[in-house]
């Protein structure tokens, strides 16, 4: 009996969990201190910012400094392999915006966690930018914030 209260506990724990994820906002749990880079650096640059800041994923931005792709070193990887007899130095010289995702999903701080997690898991993709009016930039939300998100929930 005492083994099923403790599961009963859990599950009522994850229920609360998945619950609160309904009503909280990415807003909430974003990061606002984005790592971003011009569309018109170079691979090499893109790939050096992500090793400093340890970081997955890179907002691109455009001259006026909207939201106009994400980077990650997957993308890299996919051209490399798509291109098989190239090498990694050939592709280092590219641009970010010649290996970037255009035009990326994005989500508004009003999403809930839930939703968002949903687009996340349905979509495959491993962050989602957070814009506001006129596509300004807010922050990012990743798989990782989600993960801690629900691994600080009981």
Excluded: W, Y
Aim: charge should be positive; aromatic fraction near 4%.
């Amino acid at each position: 009996m005492r083994e099923f209260t403790s599961i009963e506990n859990e599950f009522m724990s994850d229920t609360i969990s998945f619950q609160e994820s309904a009503t909280r906002t990415v807003d909430s749990i974003m990061t606002t201190r984005l790592v971003t880079i011009n569309e018109r650096a170079n691979i090499a640059r893109a790939l050096s910012i992500l090793a400093q800041h340890r970081i997955r994923h890179l907002v691109v931005l455009d001259e006026r400094a909207q939201v106009v792709g994400l980077f990650s070193e997957r993308d890299l990887l996919k051209h490399i392999a798509m291109n098989a007899g190239g090498s990694g130095q050939q592709a280092a010289l590219c641009l970010v915006k010649d290996l970037m995702i255009k035009q990326p999903f994005t989500v508004h701080p009003n999403t809930s966690i839930r939703e968002a997690a949903k687009m996340m898991a349905k979509l495959k993709i491993g962050c989602l930018p957070v814009v506001g009016k006129d596509e300004q930039r807010l922050g990012i939300i990743t798989t990782i914030d989600v993960l801690k998100f629900f691994g600080s929930q009981g």
